[in-house]
């Protein structure tokens, strides 16, 4: 099953709820309620956002965390790789060389191609697109996302 890590989940979330605001910047425990997610995990969570360079920490009592750059420059493949690591369907998609199978494996290359298509994917959505309310209609993916077969006939 290829599934997000309830962390990433919980950080995405947390990226919306900071989306939906606008401004800052605010507080962890102001997050936590807003997103309804729990403190220790917004806070580990606002600080790995803050060191993969997403998030903007401010200090002082008027201090918090804002986003880095607007929500439609921010994408959903930049906050996964951030909070969960490279994005990849099998260990060679990620690190290529690693596998002891590489050299005589039939299914690396249309694995690579079919990772190459959920990345795009997921650099087309930003946080804008995420942060949209309930019932809204998302705009078109920017990219061609297709999938061309390896045989042909």
Sequence with gaps: MIRLSRLCDYGIVLMVELAGRGGGPFNARELAEGA????????????????????????????????????SEITAGEMITALDGPIGLTQCTINPGECIQEASCHVREP?????????????????????????????????????????EG
């Design 36 to 71: 309804n997610l729990p403190l220790p995990a917004v806070s580990k969570l606002l600080k790995t956002l803050a060191r993969q360079h997403l998030l903007v920490s401010h200090r002082g009592a008027k201090g918090g965390y804002s986003l880095a750059r607007g929500a």
């Design 111 to 151: 694995w690579q191609r079919i990772n190459t298509v959920m990345r795009n994917a997921l650099s087309s959505i930003s946080l804008s697109d995420l942060a949209c309310p309930v019932g809204s209609v998302l705009p078109p993916i920017k990219k061609n996302l297709t999938f061309t077969p390896l045989l």
